[in-house]
């Protein structure tokens, strides 16, 4: 073997993409050391993201103090490679910033907007935004990026998540014209509707800190801000896959930003040129906590074997757990799939082991691969 990637998602929970490149790397070395080795760690858009751009490309980390998720002061952090300015929502408005002072109907995106505005203002022509972890359901983002959102007196107000239902119109024009000659794609690996019983308020409120009642009121305000978004273009924003996502943040990239949704993983390899890093290479190392028949739909995994069959270069899988379905990943590009664990125990148990376990599976996987070496 001259040349590998490794290119992996989380175990979430228990080993970052960070660390399996990590761990993944030094074992090849060890039994390799004359295999050019390639680490390029995934996130899906959430925590973490930013980390994994600044590995995987070398880019250049930005630091600002903006308005966190109940407008307090924070310390967020986008990167920047080329033009490209790389920002997930959770570092200003992840749901562990707000501990247990839960409240998706007051939090506020607004410093994630924050983020992206100075990203343009440095001069970035391409915006990719990591949709993952918010704490939020509400329309601060644009508002912080020039969209005016207007009540029935007139008035121009910061929309939170039990406010949408004041808005009767909004005007984007300085949010076009900050926009304009920038591109905005966000990561989005949720196929979930603006509203309704798949929509962001029923499936993901609740773990945000809402109750029903609150989750009644979300949707309604959201089935609100969705019919404004049809009247003033005149497209079913709110109906789009993942529309939903974020705290719909997704339908307000398409209809506030003028952007697109996009999925992770595909936004992932064209920003680092997978395809192009796969020319001469002899085999990817890839992997993710538990590898099932819902992996088959979009998730890492497959992405990156789907690309590496087409270049027909080998796909080897380490998984924490193998689930029902996992086999179907053999006719997408997978090769081979594996394990980690060692012994018939609880995850309970071996998730205190995961990292340990990791670097005796990739072991014996590296070692036999030595000795066609």
Same mark, same amino acid.
């Given at each position: 073997?001259?040349?590998?990637?490794?290119?992996?998602?989380?175990?979430?929970? =228990?080993?970052?993409?960070?660390?399996?490149?990590?761990?993944?790397?030094?074992?090849?070395?060890?039994?390799?050391?004359?295999?050019?080795?390639?680490?390029?760690?995934?996130?899906?858009?959430?925590?973490?993201?930013?980390?994994?751009?600044?590995?995987?490309?070398?880019?250049?980390?930005?630091?600002?103090?903006?308005?966190?998720?109940?407008?307090?002061?924070?310390?967020?952090?986008?990167?920047?490679?080329?033009?490209?300015?790389?920002?997930?929502?959770?570092?200003?408005?992840?749901? /562990?910033?707000?501990?247990?002072?839960?409240? /998706?109907?007051?939090? =506020?995106?607004?410093?994630?907007?924050?983020?992206?505005?100075?990203?343009?203002?440095?001069?970035?022509?391409?915006?990719?935004?990591?949709?993952?972890?918010?704490?939020?359901?509400?329309?601060?983002?644009?508002?912080?990026?020039?969209?005016?959102?207007?009540?029935?007196?007139?008035?121009?107000?910061?929309? =939170? *998540?039990?406010? $949408?239902?004041?808005?009767?119109?909004?005007? =984007?024009?300085?949010?076009?014209?900050?926009?304009?000659?920038?591109?905005?794609?966000?990561?989005?690996?949720?196929?979930?509707?603006?509203?309704?019983?798949?929509?962001?308020?029923?499936?993901?409120?609740?773990?945000?800190?809402?109750?029903?009642?609150?989750?009644?009121?979300?949707?309604?305000?959201?089935? !609100?801000?969705?019919? $404004?978004?049809?009247?003033?273009?005149?497209?079913?924003?709110?109906?789009?896959?993942?529309?939903?996502?974020?705290?719909?943040?997704?339908?307000?990239?398409?209809?506030?930003?003028?952007?697109?949704?996009?999925?992770?993983?595909?936004?992932?390899?064209?920003?680092?040129?997978?395809?192009?890093?796969?020319?001469?290479?002899?085999?990817?190392?890839?992997?993710?906590?538990?590898?099932?028949?819902?992996?088959?739909?979009?998730?890492?995994?497959?992405?990156?074997? *789907?690309?590496?069959?087409?270049? !027909?270069?080998?796909?080897?899988?380490?998984?924490?757990?193998?689930?029902?379905?996992?086999?179907?990943?053999?006719?997408?590009?997978?090769?081979?799939?594996?394990?980690?664990?060692?012994?018939?125990?609880?995850?309970?148990?071996?998730?205190?082991?995961?990292?340990?376990?990791?670097?005796?599976?990739?072991?014996?996987?590296?070692?036999?691969?030595? $000795?066609?070496?």
């Amino acid at each position: 073997m001259k040349k590998c990637i490794i290119i992996p998602d989380s175990f979430k929970g =228990t080993m970052s993409a960070l660390e399996f490149c990590q761990i993944a790397e030094k074992t090849v070395k060890r039994h390799m050391p004359g295999c050019e080795v390639l680490t390029i760690p995934v996130a899906d858009g959430g925590e973490g993201t930013v980390d994994c751009f600044v590995c995987a490309l070398g880019a250049e980390k930005i630091e600002r103090s903006v308005c966190g998720p109940w407008q307090e002061n924070v310390s967020a952090a986008y990167c920047v490679k080329d033009g490209t300015a790389f920002i997930e929502m959770a570092q200003a408005a992840g749901l /562990p910033m707000v501990g247990e002072h839960k409240n /998706p109907a007051k939090t =506020t995106t607004f410093g994630v907007g924050s983020l992206i505005r100075d990203a343009v203002e440095q001069g970035c022509k391409s915006i990719v935004i990591g949709l993952g972890g918010s704490c939020t359901n509400d329309a601060g983002a644009a508002a912080a990026l020039g969209t005016k959102f207007y009540n029935e007196k007139g008035e121009s107000f910061v929309p =939170t *998540g039990d406010t $949408l239902e004041q808005i009767v119109s909004y005007d =984007t024009a300085e949010t076009e014209r900050l926009l304009s000659g920038c591109t905005v794609t966000a990561m989005c690996d949720i196929d979930n509707p603006m509203y309704g019983a798949q929509g962001a308020a029923a499936i993901f409120a609740p773990q945000k800190g809402a109750d029903k009642e609150m989750v009644a009121l979300l949707d309604r305000n959201l089935v !609100h801000l969705g019919n $404004l978004m049809q009247q003033k273009t005149g497209a079913d924003i709110a109906n789009m896959p993942g529309a939903g996502a974020a705290g719909a943040f997704g339908a307000g990239i398409v209809a506030f930003l003028g952007g697109k949704l996009q999925s992770g993983i595909e936004t992932v390899l064209e920003c680092v040129r997978f395809d192009e890093l796969l020319e001469g290479a002899d085999m990817v190392f890839t992997g993710e906590g538990q590898m099932d028949s819902q992996s088959l739909h979009g998730k890492a995994v497959i992405g990156i074997a *789907g690309r590496a069959a087409k270049k !027909h270069v080998p796909v080897t899988v380490i998984v924490g757990s193998v689930g029902d379905g996992a086999e179907g990943g053999y006719e997408m590009g997978v090769s081979a799939i594996f394990s980690i664990n060692r012994r018939a125990e609880s995850f309970d148990i071996s998730r205190g082991k995961t990292r340990q376990n990791f670097e005796a599976t990739m072991d014996a996987i590296v070692r036999l691969l030595a $000795l066609k070496a």
